[in-house]
Structure formats: structure tokens, C-alpha cells
């Protein structure tokens, strides 16, 4: 089974920051890591795919980049909206893993 | 635009089965993956597994002793069943479809998911 370690479980960031988390994996994937956003009470909603593609209606300053066994999400300019958890997670080979989360919080 | 809707008891027993469904609107249950994933309270997800429209399943390790996982397309509906329960198992549970037509993918769309409490 492949593991996904995700750094660091809480930040602490202000209103224009940029932020950056990274899940790392126990084995190579061939980019099949997406990103998705959870705030209290609702389902996650899917940001990017593929690493580093970015869903449909998602704003620009989120992007995913990485490769193998590393992968960051970046927010450019933290707005107010982006206070939220985050989780990685892989869907290589007909299964999946989440990472454990991230905890933006306001500074 | 494709909506799921999970459905079932919300308290289960000790020792007895947890039994979910989703019924899926607005789309086919053809041609995808559909999958459930949980997340206990004030806790990160847990993936559960798979079922593709045609039946076949991909289940989490951890959880594959006590569970199955089935669906009806007639009825544009797929279920859960997890049974042997314990406190451990109290989650909010999500139904989800994973990827593109015929293609392994992304979770998206989500259910808005429904708690289940193992509690006598």
C-alpha cells in the first residue's frame, strides 16, 4: 500500500501570505496526486489533479507541482477564503490514500 | 451535474452491520468508478474503496475482512455494507465517484455525507 505523509499538520498564516504544503509518498507516482479543500461540516471539493492541473473553477493562485515521491500545494496570496483544511491524496493503481491534512489557520 | 445522495441508519450497534446507500442524480452510474470514504470525527479521510458499474471492487486492506460493496444500476445506486462494527467505526461517510468515464481518477463529484454512530 502506498503511504502518504502530509507536512506540516497546522500552519499559521496571515491574509496574503503564500503557503505551501507537501505530501510526500512511500512509492513513485506517476503524478496521479490530487489536492482537495475541506471546511468545517461540508464535503472536500477538488482543487487539482494530476499534480499539478487545476479543476475547472478553482482560482489561479492555487497550484500543485512535484514529481515521484514529492508534491507541493501552493496558495500565491492567502485570502481570506482559503482558511480550510487541506488533503493530498493518490490514486495510483486502482486505489487510494490520503495524506493526513493541513490545517490553515489564521495567524 | 452529477449529485449523490448517501442514505441509511445513522445509528448501528455494536457488532451489527452498517449498511449505507447513494443514490446518484443527474448522471449515468455507467461508465465510472464509485467509491465511499470516511471520515471519523475531528479527523482526516479514510479511503474505503471502490466499485466500477460493472461490480468489480477495490478494498481498502484494512477493511476488506468486513466489507462489500455492490451496485444496482437500474436504480442509478450503489451501497455499503461493513459489518462486525465497533465504536472505531463512527464516521461521517461520503459517497463519491472517482475519475472519468472508464478511467480511475480524482474524487469528484462528493455526497454531502452522512454520519453513522456505532453506539448501543
Known amino acids: 500500500d502506498i503511504q502518504m505523509t502530509q507536512s506540516p499538520s497546522t500552519l499559521s498564516a496571515s491574509v496574503g501570505d503564500r503557503v505551501t504544503i507537501t505530501c510526500r509518498a512511500s512509492q513513485t507516482l506517476n503524478s496521479w496526486l490530487a489536492w482537495y479543500q475541506q471546511k468545517p461540516g461540508k464535503a472536500p471539493k477538488l482543487l487539482i489533479y494530476?499534480?499539478?492541473v487545476l479543476e475547472s473553477g478553482v482560482p489561479s493562485r492555487f497550484s500543485g507541482s512535484g514529481s515521484g515521491t514529492e508534491f507541493t500545494l501552493t496558495i500565491s496570496t492567502l485570502q481570506p477564503d482559503d482558511f480550510a483544511t487541506y488533503y493530498c491524496h493518490q490514486y495510483q493503481g486502482y486505489s487510494g490514500t490520503f495524506g493526513q491534512g493541513t490545517k490553515v489557520e489564521i495567524k | 451535474q452529477v449529485q449523490l445522495q448517501e442514505s441509511g441508519p445513522g445509528l448501528v450497534r455494536p457488532s451489527e452491520t452498517l449498511s449505507l446507500t447513494c443514490t446518484v442524480s443527474g448522471g449515468s452510474i455507467s461508465d465510472y468508478f464509485w467509491s465511499w470514504i470516511r471520515q471519523p470525527p475531528g479527523k482526516g479521510l479514510e479511503w474505503i474503496g471502490y466499485?466500477?458499474?460493472?461490480?468489480?471492487?477495490k478494498y481498502n486492506p484494512s477493511l476488506k475482512s468486513r466489507l462489500i460493496m455492490s451496485v444496482d444500476t437500474s436504480k442509478n445506486q450503489f451501497s455499503l455494507k461493513l459489518n462486525s462494527v465497533t465504536a472505531a467505526d463512527t464516521a461521517v461517510y461520503y459517497c463519491a465517484r472517482e475519475g472519468a468515464t472508464n478511467q480511475y481518477g480524482p474524487i469528484d463529484p462528493w455526497g454531502q455525507g452522512t454520519l453513522v454512530t456505532v453506539s448501543s
Open positions: 466499485i466500477y458499474y460493472r461490480g468489480s471492487t
Open positions: 494530476k499534480a499539478s
